[in-house]
């Protein structure tokens, strides 16, 4: 365990203790994935997706570009997959020529988007509620294993396509780590994947969320039972008093800091477009689950990359052994591309450096650092000039693979 502030252990505690038993906030449904996309003048379909473990999940397409030529023909396929507390809005906020899901529709793709289990589009189950905790039984690992197969396998079987390009960012990236380590077939249906912030050590992790948390919901099995398995609820009077511990020291971003978003990504970065704020925090953050947290927290605290820590008992159980089984980066066989920066919270060089040594040398293409020493977690996503400082790259890697 890190040292740590007890009294902001504490503090921590009962913001956790609000957020668990209180319930959200009404917040503006009116932004969707879909009001997003007809406002721009894309043509969109939603498609509906269930698990094998019975999880109902809203994916999102673009078909085709309405400024191209190109509906009756074959288009090369790109799936698009989130991050922690966000979803399939986050390709489609910045609008045409910014949102990576344009500028891809833009190149002739057929884009489709992934929701993972437990976010806006995604709170049904054939059998269980998502007001009852056994809905929220789940981290990125059942993202992994259950959501993208469910996915992708849905897209290529839709599309009649053979192979798809994988395009994520942040937990979308743990995901695919996941996926790939654990079901092999996978390498002959990704031709290859696009990892913007990846994540898979996160020992170094820097902002309010671990030094605050990780001690407390790092532990193995000492929330778990308590706290685990609901959903992750950061209401306004929750985030407000976080939000004004963690930005004390910058008043004039606590607008940001009201978004738990900003918290774990950072929110000290020079190239957000705050324009973009209303339509961020009208879709962010979009649920989760409190054990997704608790999972990375826990890689925090032990600095490795494995499955979920029940306790030494049930890991035993679950595992055959008592740690939690490591995931193994050299499993993977699809072609991989990094992109990652200097300023992100989340995960720090150090981290993305091991991620590097860990990949096979065949399998990693690329693993490109941004030359803006800023750049965040976030900007992936929403930061200014984002189509020429990361999308062109991607787009150029995507071109020779
Ligand atoms: C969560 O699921 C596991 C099996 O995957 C089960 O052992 C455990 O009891 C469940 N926990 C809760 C809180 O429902
Ligand atoms: C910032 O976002 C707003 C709203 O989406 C947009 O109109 C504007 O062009 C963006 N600015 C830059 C520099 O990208």
Redesign the pocket.
């Known amino acids: 365990m890190k040292v740590h502030n007890f009294a902001l252990n504490i503090l921590w505690f009962l913001a956790a203790v609000t957020w668990v038993r209180s319930s959200p906030q009404g917040r503006s449904t009116s932004v969707t994935t879909t009001s997003l996309i007809i406002k721009h003048g894309y043509p969109v379909e939603e498609h509906k997706v269930q698990t094998s473990d019975g999880y109902i999940l809203t994916m999102h397409r673009i078909p085709y570009s309405p400024n191209l030529n190109n509906n009756d023909e074959e288009r090369p396929v790109a799936f698009l997959m989130h991050g922690l507390l966000c979803s399939s809005s986050d390709w489609v906020l910045?609008?045409p020529g910014?949102g990576l899901a344009y500028v891809l529709s833009e190149a002739g793709f057929d884009v489709w988007m992934g929701n993972a289990r437990g976010t806006t589009y995604c709170k049904k189950h054939a059998s269980k509620s998502a007001l009852l905790q056994p809905f929220w039984n789940f981290s990125w690992h059942e993202i992994g294993i259950y959501d993208l197969p469910a996915m992708i396998d849905y897209t290529l079987y839709m599309t009649g396509a053979e192979d798809l390009r994988y395009i994520a960012h942040s937990q979308g990236t743990t995901a695919y780590l996941v996926l790939n380590s654990m079901i092999p077939r996978f390498k002959n249906r990704i031709r290859s994947a696009h990892l913007l912030a990846p994540v898979a050590y996160v020992e170094n992790m820097k902002g309010p969320l671990p030094k605050l948390a990780g001690p407390v919901l790092g532990q193995p099995n000492a929330f778990v039972e308590v706290f685990g398995s609901a959903e992750f609820l950061p209401n306004t009077k929750g985030m407000e008093l976080l939000g004004a511990v963690a930005c004390r020291d910058e008043s004039h971003v606590q607008v940001i800091c009201s978004n738990v978003i900003f918290l774990i990504g950072g929110w000290n970065s020079p190239h957000l477009?705050e324009?973009?704020l209303p339509e961020i925090m009208a879709t962010t953050p979009a649920g989760c689950s409190i054990n997704q947290i608790q999972h990375y927290l826990q890689e925090y605290n032990s600095g490795e990359f494995r499955q979920f820590d029940y306790g030494k008992s049930r890991n035993k159980k679950t595992y055959g052994s008592k740690k939690p089984t490591e995931y193994n980066l050299e499993a993977i066989d699809v072609p991989t591309y990094l992109y990652y920066s200097d300023n992100d919270n989340f995960v720090s060089l150090v981290d993305v450096v091991r991620l590097i040594y860990g990949l096979k040398p065949e399998t990693l293409k690329r693993a490109y650092r941004l030359p803006y020493p800023k750049w965040n977690h976030i900007d992936f996503l929403w930061g200014?000039?984002v189509e020429t400082i990361v999308y062109d790259v991607v787009m150029e890697d995507i071109a020779n693979s």
Do not use: A
Request: glycine letters at 24%.
């Open positions: 910045g609008g910014r477009n324009s973009m200014i000039d």
